[in-house]
C-alpha cells in the first residue's frame, strides 16, 4: 500500500494517465446513456400505455446483465466479421464507451422512470393549466425531479467506473489508450502485483466517492 | 351567434365523466354564467375537482359536453378555455425554487419577457398579501403562505376565469379569512369565480350561487341564501339588512354577511298569524312551479323568498302568482354567516 | 441545473476531442508472455518513435490472438503456437510469417517435488510422473500457446488429464503461476514470465527443462490485406520489419530481467 501511495504522490504519469481514462470513459458513457435515458424514464413515468409495467420489469432485469454479456455483444457487432466492423472501433476508446452506455442505459432509464413516479399525479396537470405544451411539461418534470435524475446518472456512473468485462473485452486493455483502473487492476493481478492492484483500487474508490461528493454538492448548491 | 342571446360562459349537456369503470359525475345540464361566483360543496369523491377538471379541458368526458364561450371544450374551445381560465388545485404544488420563480411560470411559459413576468409575479403578490415575497423559497412556506402563492400564480396570468379546487383546505382560521378576501377582490374586478369546498361558512358567504353536489349530480340547494349586513342588534335580536326586508335573527355578535333561510323554514297564510314566530313579511306570489310532490314558490318580499310547500296548502290558501301572502318563520331559522 | 449542464457538456467535447485526435494506430494481438515479462514496454518505443505509429497491444492468449487476426480485429501478431501460425497462414488469413524469437518452456512445481520430477529424463516423462502421483497440476486451459504445448506433452507422455488434480484455470501465465504457487501444483510455464515472476512465487522452482520438446518459438505474422483490406497492412509490414531488424533483435536480446536473458532472438543471429 505504501509503494501505491508513492506512486500517487510522486505523480507517477500511467498512474494518472489510467485514473483519467477510467473516468473519462466513465462519464463520457453515463452522458451518453443519459441523452436518450432520461427523456426515456420521463416518458415512462409520465405516460400510460400497454405493456408499460413489462417494460420496467425488463428494464429492471437489464440493469443486472452482466457486464461480459454485454461485453460479447457488442463484440460480435463492432468485431471486422461482425455487420459494424466496417466501423473499425473495436480496440477504441469507442468501443469501451459505447459498451458502457449501453450497460448504463437501462439504469438511467428504470431509476429515473422510478424517481419521477414520486412526483404529485397531478404536477403535469398543474403546469397544462398553466399553460404548459407537453414538451414543457416533461422538461419541468425533470427539473423537478433532478434530485432523481442525478442519482439515475450516478448510478450509472457507478456501475460503469467499476466494471471490468466491457472495458476488457472492447477496448483490450491497451497501455496508454483503453487501459483502465478496472482492467489494470486484472493485468496487476496476473502478474501477481497485488499491491498495485489494491492501491488501483483505493484510487477507484475514492474517486467514486469524489464524484458523488461533487455531485451532492451542485445539487445542494443549486 | 344563431341563439339571440349571447352564450353562456359554461354550457354542459349530458356530461358523464368515468373513472376506473364507475361514473362519478353526471350532469344533465348545468350553465354558468360570466362574472357569477358559483360554488359547490359536497362529499369527498362527489364529482367537485373533476367537474373543475373537466370545465378547465384538462381531462375529456366520457359522454356529453362542456362548452365554453359556445364551442367544445377539450377541442375548438381549449384554447380559450386555456387562455381565459386557470384552475388553482386543491394542494398548492409549488414547484422547486422560489416563490417568483413559481408565480412567473405561468406569464412566462406563455412567452411573456422576463422583465414583464416579474412584474406580473410581484403584482399577484401583492394580491394575494404576499408583498416581497419573491425570492423566498418555495420550500419554506407555511401551509397557508403555500396556498396563497398558489393563487398568486394563477392569478398572475390575469384570468378571466378562476377555478378553485378546496382553496380553503389544510390552511388554518387566519389564512381561511384571508383567502376569502382575496377571492371576493377577485370577484369584485369580474372574474368569474367558480370553487369547490368543504366549508359551509366560506360558500355561503362567497356564493352567488351555490350548488350541491350528491354522487356526481349537482343540485340548486333549498336555500334562501341572502346577501346583507347587520343593521343593528339589541338584547334579543340581530336585524339583518337583505334588500328591502329586515330579518330579526338570533343576537350574535360578528362580520355576518350571509343571512341563510331553509326553503321549507317558510310558513305561508292569507293573513297575518298569531304565533311565536318572530318574522311576519307580507309579499306577492311571482311564481309556482313543481318540485317532486311538492311546489316551489317564490314570494316577493321586498326579496324574493322561495318557499316549498304541499300542493293541498297551496289550493286551500289559494297560492297563485299575483296573490298576496304572509311569510312568517321562526328568528331561529335565520343562519347568520 | 444549468451548471450541471455545463459540465456535462464540457467533459463530453473532451471525451470527443481525446477520441478524435487518432495518429496512425497498429493493433497487434500478442501473448501474455511477451507483454507480462515486459518485453513488449521495451521493444515498441523505439519503434514508435522511429515511424510515427501507436503500437496497441491487446494481450490475450495465442489462440484468441490468431483469432482476432482471422476477424481482422487487428493488424499484425505476435504469438507462439507454431500449429496455430500455419494454419493461419495457410488459411490465407496470415501473410509475411517471420521468426522473431525463442525462448523455452519450464516445467515447474512445488520444492517439495511430491511427484519426484526433478529426476525426469524428458518433459514427457515429467509429465507422466505428475499425472502417475496424481498430484496437483494447474493447466492455463486457455487455447493459449502454452496450454497447446501443454496438451501436446500430455499427448506425448500418452496421459489423458483428467481428474480432481487437473485444475483447468482459464487464466493467463501469470495467474496460473500465482494459483499453483498457491495449490502447491506444477504447472508449464514460458521462461520468460517465470523470470518474471519468480520473485513472487516463494513455494515454485524450475523442476525440468532443456527438452527439445519444451523449445518455444515465436512468429510475427502480418493480417492478409486481401482478407480485410481495412487492416493497416503497411503499419503491419513496418512492424514485422522492425522486430526482425538489426536494432529490434538487439533490444531483444539485451533483454534481461534479474541478470538473466530471457529470449533469444531468430531473425537475426
Known amino acids: ?222 | 351567434m344563431s341563439s339571440p342571446s349571447a352564450p353562456r360562459l359554461f354550457e354542459i349537456r349530458g356530461l358523464r365523466a368515468r373513472f376506473d369503470g364507475r361514473t362519478v359525475l353526471s350532469v344533465d345540464s348545468l350553465a354558468i354564467k360570466e362574472g357569477e361566483v358559483t360554488v359547490m360543496v359536497g362529499e369527498n369523491g362527489s364529482g367537485k375537482t373533476t367537474l373543475l377538471r373537466l370545465l378547465n379541458g384538462l381531462i375529456t368526458p366520457a359522454e356529453g359536453s362542456v362548452k365554453f364561450r359556445g364551442k367544445p371544450v377539450p377541442g375548438e374551445g381549449l384554447v380559450a378555455v386555456r387562455n381565459e381560465s386557470v384552475l388553482v388545485h386543491q394542494s398548492p404544488l409549488l414547484f422547486r425554487g422560489t416563490v417568483g420563480l413559481n408565480v412567473a411560470y405561468g406569464p412566462r411559459i406563455r412567452g411573456m419577457r422576463r422583465a414583464e413576468a416579474a412584474a406580473r409575479a410581484s403584482a399577484a403578490l401583492r394580491r394575494v398579501g404576499l408583498p416581497g415575497f419573491e425570492r423566498r423559497r418555495a420550500s419554506a412556506l407555511s401551509g397557508g403562505e403555500e396556498q396563497r402563492v398558489s393563487l398568486a400564480r394563477a392569478l398572475a396570468l390575469t384570468p378571466r376565469v378562476l377555478l378553485l379546487d378546496e382553496p380553503t383546505s389544510n390552511v388554518d382560521e387566519q389564512s381561511r379569512r384571508e383567502i376569502e378576501t382575496i377571492i371576493r377582490e377577485v370577484s369584485a374586478s369580474g372574474t368569474t369565480v367558480i370553487m369547490s369546498t368543504h366549508n359551509m361558512e366560506l360558500a355561503y358567504r362567497l356564493c352567488g350561487r351555490l350548488l350541491r353536489l350528491d354522487a356526481g349530480v349537482p343540485a340548486e340547494v333549498e336555500e334562501n341564501i341572502l346577501k346583507g349586513r347587520i343593521e343593528r342588534i339589541d338584547e334579543q335580536f340581530a336585524y339583518f339588512r337583505t334588500g328591502d326586508a329586515l330579518l330579526r335573527c338570533p343576537a350574535r355578535q360578528g362580520d355576518f354577511v350571509v343571512a341563510v333561510l331553509p326553503c321549507d323554514e317558510l310558513i305561508l297564510s292569507r293573513q297575518p298569524l298569531d304565533s311565536s314566530a318572530r318574522n311576519q313579511l307580507n309579499g306577492i306570489v311571482t311564481e309556482l312551479r313543481p318540485a317532486g310532490s311538492l311546489l316551489t314558490t317564490v314570494i316577493d318580499c321586498g326579496i324574493p323568498l322561495k318557499a316549498l310547500i304541499t300542493r293541498e296548502a297551496a289550493a286551500e290558501i289559494g297560492v297563485a302568482p299575483g296573490a298576496a301572502c304572509v311569510v312568517t318563520f321562526k328568528a331561529s331559522a335565520v343562519r347568520l354567516h | 441545473m444549468k451548471r450541471l449542464i455545463a459540465v456535462a457538456l464540457v467533459l463530453c467535447v473532451i471525451t470527443l476531442s481525446a477520441a478524435a485526435q487518432q495518429n496512425v494506430r497498429l493493433r497487434l494481438a500478442t501473448t501474455t508472455s511477451t507483454q507480462d515479462s515486459g518485453l513488449l514496454p521495451i521493444l515498441n518505443p523505439p519503434f514508435e518513435k522511429l515511424t510515427g505509429i501507436t503500437v496497441d497491444v491487446i494481450a490475450v492468449g495465442s489462440g484468441k490472438a490468431i483469432k482476432l487476426g482471422e476477424n481482422g480485429d487487428v493488424d499484425v501478431v505476435l504469438v507462439h503456437d507454431r500449429k496455430a501460425e500455419d494454419k493461419f497462414v495457410s488459411q490465407g488469413y496470415g501473410v509475411n510469417r517471420r521468426d522473431v524469437m525463442h525462448n523455452d518452456f519450464v516445467v515447474v512445481g512445488p520444492s517439495e517435488d511430491p511427484a519426484r520430477v526433478a529426476a525426469s529424463t524428458s518433459a514427457a516423462d515429467a509429465f507422466a510422473r505428475i499425472a502417475a502421483a496424481g498430484a496437483g497440476f494447474v493447466s492455463r486451459g486457455d487455447a493459449s500457446g502454452t496450454n497447446t504445448k501443454e496438451l501436446d506433452l500430455w499427448a506425448a507422455a500418452q496421459v489423458k488429464p483428467k481428474g480432481a488434480w487437473y485444475k483447468e484455470a482459464g487464466q493467463g501465465m501469470g495467474e496460473v503461476l500465482v494459483m499453483s504457487n498457491d495449490l502447491k501444483a506444477y504447472t508449464l510455464a514460458d521462461r520468460g514470465t517465470w523470470i518474471a515472476m519468480k520473485d513472487k512465487l516463494p513455494g515454485l522452482r524450475i523442476l525440468s527443462e532443456g527438452d527439445a520438446a519444451l523449445f518455444n518459438p515465436y512468429g510475427v505474422i502480418a493480417v492478409n490485406p486481401q482478407k480485410h483490406p481495412e487492416v493497416n497492412y503497411m503499419a503491419a509490414l513496418q512492424y514485422v520489419a522492425w522486430v526482425t531488424s538489426v536494432q529490434g533483435q538487439k533490444i531483444i536480446r539485451e533483454y534481461t530481467m534479474g541478470g538473466q536473458q530471457l529470449f533469444t532472438p531468430d531473425a537475426v543471429k
Open chain 1, 1 to 222: 500500500m505504501g509503494r501505491a501511495f508513492e506512486l500517487l504522490v510522486s505523480g507517477d504519469r500511467e498512474v494518472w494517465f489510467i485514473t483519467w481514462t477510467s473516468l473519462r470513459f466513465s462519464m463520457s458513457s453515463a452522458l451518453i446513456a443519459c441523452i436518450p435515458g432520461i427523456p426515456l424514464g420521463v416518458l415512462i413515468a409520465l405516460r400510460r400505455f400497454r405493456g408499460r409495467r413489462v417494460l420496467l420489469a425488463v428494464l429492471t432485469s437489464l440493469m443486472a446483465l452482466p457486464t461480459v454479456v454485454v461485453g460479447l455483444i457488442v463484440y460480435s457487432l463492432i468485431s471486422r466479421a461482425g455487420p459494424l466492423g466496417s466501423f473499425g472501433i473495436l480496440f477504441t476508446p469507442r468501443a469501451v464507451i459505447l459498451g458502457q452506455a449501453i450497460l448504463a442505459l437501462p439504469i438511467v432509464v428504470s431509476m429515473t422512470a422510478s424517481g419521477l413516479s414520486s412526483l404529485d399525479p397531478l404536477f403535469p396537470e398543474v403546469l397544462t393549466t398553466l399553460g404548459a405544451s407537453k414538451r414543457e411539461v416533461l422538461w419541468m418534470s425533470v427539473r423537478q425531479s433532478r434530485g432523481a435524475v442525478l442519482s439515475a446518472s450516478l448510478a450509472s456512473f457507478g456501475r460503469v467506473i467499476g466494471e471490468v468485462g466491457v472495458a476488457m473485452m472492447l477496448g483490450g486493455n491497451i497501455r496508454w489508450y483503453t487501459r483502465t483502473i478496472t482492467t489494470a487492476i486484472a493485468l496487476e493481478t496476473s502478474k501477481g502485483e497485488f499491491e498495485l492492484g489494491l492501491a488501483l483500487g483505493m484510487v477507484l474508490l475514492v474517486m467514486a466517492l469524489g464524484v458523488n461528493a461533487a455531485l451532492h454538492w451542485m445539487v445542494r448548491h443549486e
